[in-house]
């Protein structure tokens, strides 16, 4: 064959190779473009347009609802101030999904893992043991837990029978109780990526690293965690990024007297009335999981060079 | 460990990699980490079956044994629909979600890195990335220029939006299962003569089950649990039990809800059972 | 159903055949969640042979933001007063002259005049009540008609107070403790409020519109509730007992009106007609616990709500305070103090 032939081959392979691919992104891409982000643009066009009266939008550009998120004129003075009030929600916000993301990983890695180690008939079973409480509401699960930790209730009634604690410990309606029920919530978001990138794992490689005296920490550091990463970054994406917007959990449980991001821009297309701010609000926050997002790419774009 | 005994004169390092060659899996700490989890997971689920049988209206407060819920939940047309179109909506999400991210998972890793890969990803990824109130707010203003356009209405919007918010979910655990698996067996397939399809069918398939399995799963899990979106999309008789809820929240839930739950999580633990049971004789 | 309106309601059907298949004999009711007694749907369905589709909302506000989009197939909708206004004004509501309805007499003439709907040519009263609080006569034993329950907590009632998790309830109840005008644009009085507000919070445990289970479950002694809530609650938990603040308290009507454009016009005339009968206003009240404003509804309502003190407003209780809805600037105002509140 000649250079010439070869290469033109190649380039049939190539195209043949971008048609198929196109072919298989086509329908997710389709469906998310029509159904998400044509709606994102409406979003955009909106936060810069200015309220109307009782709600929607009047086709007045404006850039006030980017200005109003840092800065207000003075309730007291009228002048431009500096406002920390939203950025103060935004940090809180992601604290606690950040926590939550943490608090899930180190709870879910053992549950994904010791899933993904049982014999392969049982797995699938397993897993759907995980989601099986899932498969109810959120809102009649959030009220289940509130029994649970309760002053009288489950948790504090067994510390206090095994005489762990002689008083009742408050933990309904503090940061506490959201960060429990936010762990809660989002557990499968991690368990289950982990598990299906777990259940891959080669033991002929940990096998290797015990051969060579490693420890079982060293083991699980430098084999294991390593060989699972595309699993824990898909479900550390899965719970931050919901974690940010959440607020059924938050205000159930922690009793509602702070705002969490996702209330927040909720009420600006309630009873705010202000669908530009709302609008403007959640452009913002979508820069910034863009911009966690972009790490991602960045961290998963190098493993693939490594293994590459 | 009984064996320990019996191998104690053997050399001790010896011994020492024989034993950890035998729990080369066990991790300690974990199956008590992972037997905790599962037990808090199921604290909620107990509770509220637990209070579908409580004689009182409340459900904070436990009075008596009673089955009076059942009566009202099976009686109470509301719930009846709204248990049926939640589970209806969630199987179609579920389903061509779970499709839709697979197709995607496989273009965007079984193949070399391609110009635009970022951006598919960026796409595929950006339902999770805005509130739902705000998608909510701009589906509506779409779907509603839609069924104006095209005078259709129905079921179908409402399932549309649910599969699109599903997808990511779907996408990620499948990604996830995909990154770092070698291309040698299908390649080693396609020496075999295999057709790409079959390839796919016999070889692709089976190793990335459990991550499709896992991804369904949450696809189901994000679409039953969805409120705003729904809230928002929902047309004349078309609301979910996640509505039918928030819109009790405030004249105060009865147990009735519980009873709903409950029947829902009997029936497809018994529909799985029978799964297993059915793959079980197809194995024999 | 009488010829006629059979003939209008099949060519009505359709017109709109494009927009739902098979809508003869429908009508799609877009209702607050868990608001609408089963038995007097199935008495309608009944008696007019159509089939009823009934969904839930959880606020006026989302309610508004669907019909704004336009298109979504209700017929009827059962918006509060403010939101009555606010309707008519965007032209979102059918004028269906419910005022030379068959049964329009047996409208309470005080809810025949009301400045949502004067002279009551776009909608009927479904249900009315009052947004106070209630609290637990045996925790706390003095004089419970006074706001400063909230506001100024005596010892036994701090950290045992849940309020409502709505901008407009908490600041409309500040101001009146304050004896501030309601829709308050004054940036000094806002101030107040707000600083009132942050130091009330002190003594708040939750901020939550799940009522009935915070008062039900013992997590708070004092509740801000509506008044059929209330009712609720003391069933069980006796001790509770709700309050008509000297200060004043928000009254509510929720109205039944018809969509422009609703597919099903002549069915959801029929429904208006229908709601104005006392048997079945009665039936509304029963189920959802309110006062209904239909005169002769009485003889069908259950006794317990006859002298229910939640109900009965005694002799000496301030008039409830319909509150107009506010102008954007004293609603960005609202929205500001909000965040502080919370932030």
Redesign the interface.
């Known amino acids: 064959m000649s250079g010439a032939q070869l290469s033109a081959a190649h380039a049939e392979a190539g195209r043949r190779a971008r048609n198929a691919r196109l072919g298989l992104l086509g329908p997710a891409v389709l469906i998310i473009l029509l159904i998400s982000i044509l709606p994102l643009g409406i979003t955009v066009v909106y936060s810069f347009l200015t309220p109307g009266t009782y709600g929607g939008v009047t086709w007045e550009f404006s850039t006030a609802a980017y200005v109003q998120f840092l800065f207000e004129e003075d309730i007291f003075d009228g002048t431009l101030a500096f406002n920390p009030a939203y950025l103060q929600i935004f940090l809180r916000s992601i604290g606690l999904a950040f926590g939550a993301m943490i608090g899930t990983l180190i709870l879910g890695f053992p549950t994904a893992y010791f899933i993904a180690t049982k014999p392969r008939q049982q797995r699938t079973f397993w897993l759907f043991l995980i989601t099986l409480p899932f498969w109810t509401n959120i809102l009649i699960r959030t009220y289940a837990m509130l029994l649970i930790i309760r002053d009288e209730g489950f948790i504090n009634l067994t510390l206090m029978n095994l005489r762990i604690i002689n008083h009742p410990l408050s933990i309904l309606y503090t940061d506490t109780a959201v960060f429990i029920g936010l762990i809660y919530t989002y557990l499968p978001f991690m368990v289950l990526p982990l598990y299906a990138s777990l259940e891959k794992l080669d033991f002929r490689l940990v096998e290797a690293g015990y051969d060579l005296y490693a420890s079982r920490w060293k083991v699980l550091s430098h084999v294991i965690a390593p060989l699972a990463k595309p699993g824990i970054i898909a479900g550390c994406v899965l719970v931050f990024i919901p974690g940010l917007g959440a607020y059924i959990t938050p205000e159930l449980l922690g009793g509602g007297k702070k705002l969490m991001i996702g209330n927040m821009i909720a009420i600006q297309f309630g009873s705010s009335r202000n669908w530009p701010f709302g609008s403007a609000a959640a452009l913002i926050l979508m820069a910034l999981v863009v911009i966690v997002l972009l790490v991602y790419a960045r961290a998963a774009g190098r493993e693939a060079k490594a293994h590459g | 460990m009984a064996d320990l005994a019996t191998t104690h004169d053997a050399a001790p390092a010896a011994r020492a ?1 024989k034993l ?2 035998r729990d ?8 008590a ?2 037997w ?3 037990v ?6 107990i ?2 079956i637990v ?1 579908s049988f409580n004689d ?6 436990w009075t008596e044994f009673s089955l009076r819920w059942y009566q009202a939940a099976l009686e ?3 719930i009846r629909n709204a248990a049926w179109v939640s589970v209806k909506v969630a199987l179609v999400a579920t389903i ?2 779970t ?3 697979t ?2 998972a ?3 890793t079984r ?1 070399a ?2 110009k635009g890969q ?1 951006l ?16 909510a ?8 220029l839609v ?2 356009v095209t ?1 259709i ?1 129905g079921i179908g919007y409402l399932m ?2 649910h ?3 599903c ?3 779907a ?7 995909l ?3 070698t291309l040698t067996l299908e390649q080693a397939g396609a020496d075999l003569y295999a057709t790409p399809l079959q390839a796919f069918r016999y070889i692709t398939l089976p ?1 990335l089950m ?2 499709i ?3 369904a ?2 696809a ?2 994000v679409s ?2 969805d ?2 979106i729904t ?2 999309v ?6 979910t ?13 009865t147990p009735e ?2 009873a709903v ?1 409950t029947i ?2 009997g029936v ?2 018994l529909l ?1 059972a029978l799964l ?1 049971l059915v793959q079980r004789r197809m194995e024999k | 159903m009488k010829p006629t309106i059979r003939i209008a309601a099949a060519a009505s059907a359709f017109a709109f055949v494009a927009v739902a298949a098979n809508a003869e004999g429908e009508l799609n009711i877009y209702n607050w969640g868990n608001y609408t007694s089963p038995e007097m749907i199935e008495k309608f369905e009944a008696e007019n042979d159509v089939t009823v589709n009934l969904d839930g909302y959880d606020s006026n506000e989302t309610m508004l933001a669907k019909v704004q989009a336009g298109n979504t197939g209700y017929d009827i909708v059962v918006p509060g007063d403010y939101m009555i206004k606010v309707m008519i004004e965007q032209d979102l509501l059918e004028e269906v002259k419910p005022n030379e309805m068959e049964n329009f007499g047996n409208v309470d003439p005080d809810w025949v005049d009301v400045w949502w709907d004067p002279g009551r040519n776009y909608s009927i009263p479904y249900q009315w009540g009052t947004t106070s609080f209630t609290v637990d006569t045996e925790v706390y034993g003095g004089d419970i008609d006074t706001l400063a329950l909230m506001f100024d907590a005596p010892d036994e009632l701090k950290g045992r107070i849940n309020m409502l998790n709505d901008m407009n309830d908490v600041i409309n109840a500040g101001l009146r403790y304050l004896g501030y005008g309601r829709c308050n644009g004054n940036e000094d009085e806002m101030r107040e409020v707000l600083e009132l507000l942050l130091a009330a919070k002190e003594d708040w445990r939750t901020m939550d519109y799940s009522t009935i289970e915070k008062l039900t479950s013992g997590d708070v002694d004092l509740s801000q509730t509506w008044n059929g809530a209330a009712m609720r609650a003391r069933a069980q938990r006796p001790t509770l007992k709700y309050a008509y603040p000297k200060e004043g308290f928000t009254g509510w009507m929720d109205n039944v009106a018809v969509l422009k454009g609703a597919p099903n016009l002549e069915n959801a005339k029929l429904f208006i007609n229908f709601m104005m009968d006392p048997e079945n206003a009665a039936m509304t009240s029963n189920f959802a616990r309110y006062a209904n404003g239909i005169t002769g509804s009485e003889e069908f309502m259950d006794a317990e709500m006859l002298d229910a003190p939640e109900i009965v407003m005694p002799d000496g209780a301030p008039t409830p305070d319909f509150v107009t809805p506010c102008p954007q600037e004293v609603v960005d105002l609202y929205n500001r103090v909000w965040t502080r509140l919370k932030q």
């Open positions: 990699r950890k060659a080369l899996k066990a991790m300690p700490g974990f199956k980490i992972a905790a989890c599962i808090a997971l199921y604290l909620p689920l509770v509220l209070f009182n209206r409340s459900v904070v407060k109470n047309e509301g061509l979600s499709i839709a991210a197709m995607a496989l273009a965007t193949a890195a391609f970022g598919a990803y960026a796409i595929i990824n950006q339902p999770l990335m805005i509130p739902e109130i705000v998608t707010i701009a589906t509506l203003s779409l779907f509603s069924k104006y005078g209405t549309a939006a599969t699109a918010f997808i990511p979910f996408f990620m655990p499948i990604r996830a299962r990154e770092d698996m190793l459990p991550g399995v896992a991804g799963m949450l189901f899990v039953l649990d409120v705003i809230l928002m929902a047309g004349p008789g078309e609301t039990l996640p509505i039918y809820i928030l819109g009790a929240i405030r004249r105060g839930i809800i519980n739950s829902l999580v497809s633990v799985v297993f």
